[in-house]
């Protein structure tokens, strides 16, 4: 990884890694860990925003996730960042935003019982919710993080407040006409 990923962030990929592997985090969560590799992710976006104007600014990013239709799920390192960098989400069909404040906020967003679909958190299907353990991953992510009472929408908020607008980056960075 070419990012230098300060130790709280790095600790916490490897923990949503765990919680993948274990099978924790399952169907109705729409995610699968992924390893980062800064010359998949440049091909990636390359078609993604039609060029390469989206680096010449010093943004990076990490790819540590995605769904099933493609999707992705970054940490977006931008020039003005002064903490942790946010969760932000790049949809197969061009849609983006932004997630969390930090990954250790995208993780407890994934325990909340809520699943992350068209750019908001939503309750899964009732027969869907059958089919994961929401209390064994709740229970897990408590004993990482302690126990957390927010909403994955005031999580979300916070990001808001915390970040640069992703969506209106990432409209500056694309060069289809």
């Given at each position: ?11 916490a ?102 699943v ?36 994955p ?25």
């Amino acid at each position: 990884m070419g990012i230098p990923v300060e130790v709280a962030t790095r600790d916490a990929l490897i923990f949503l890694k765990g919680l993948c592997e274990a099978e924790l985090i399952t169907w109705p969560i729409d995610y699968e860990f992924v390893e980062h590799s800064d010359e998949q992710l440049a091909e990636t976006f390359g078609d993604w925003f039609g060029g390469t104007r989206w680096s010449e600014c010093g943004d990076c990013f990490v790819h540590f996730g995605r769904d099933g239709s493609g999707s992705l799920f970054l940490l977006w390192y931008y020039p003005e960042l002064i903490s942790q960098p946010p969760v932000v989400f790049m949809g197969s069909e061009g849609e983006c935003g932004l997630v969390a404040d930090n990954i250790q906020d995208f993780i407890r967003q994934m325990g909340s019982g809520k699943v992350f679909f068209d750019n908001a958190w939503i309750t899964p299907e009732d027969e869907d919710n059958m089919v994961i353990n929401w209390a064994g991953l709740a229970c897990a992510i408590e004993q990482q993080y302690g126990s957390n009472h927010v909403t994955p929408e005031q999580l979300l908020d916070k990001a808001k407040r915390n970040h640069v607008d992703f969506a209106q980056w990432v409209e500056s960075k694309v060069e289809y006409t």
